[in-house]
């Protein structure tokens, strides 16, 4: 269906209801957030394995993704997990000024910290 609605043969182009465009767009966004969500799970993994404690950077989001989509999915994953999770300030890096946010995850005080 997704191909039908979004070919570029003008011939074969039709307009798509609403309600179908917005379940091939919520379909693609849910596909994104659970590569996201898979990543943050391997980080978080990582920075256990490493015995980390307190506040650590656990990704960096750039300018080329969806921010805000991002930042909700980023919340969303720790919301019930006791776990503080926090969104830092837009930094501009390097010489052209590309823009990103580091998320951060709190972790407990360990006997190796």
């Known amino acids: 269906m997704q ?6 043969d003008a ?3 039709t307009i798509p209801r609403w309600s179908d465009l917005q379940s091939i767009y919520d379909a693609k966004w ?3 957030k659970d590569k996201f969500h898979t ?21 960096e989001l750039t300018e080329h993704t969806y921010s805000k989509h991002y930042e ?6 720790f919301a ?4 503080q999770a ?5 930094e501009r890096v390097g010489t ?4 990103l946010k580091k998320l951060y995850i709190t972790l407990p005080n360990c006997w190796t910290s």
Request: hydrophobic share 25%.
């Open 39 to 59: 990543q943050l799970k391997e980080n978080f993994q990582a920075l256990v394995g490493q015995y980390k404690a307190g506040r650590q950077e656990i990704y």
């Open 3 to 8: 191909d039908q609605l979004l070919n570029n």
């Open 30 to 32: 849910q596909e994104e």
């Open 86 to 90: 926090t969104v830092g300030e837009t």
């Open 80 to 83: 019930d997990t006791g776990y």
């Open 72 to 77: 909700q999915a980023f919340r969303e994953l």
């Open 11 to 13: 011939q074969a182009y």
């Open 96 to 99: 052209g000024n590309k823009k």
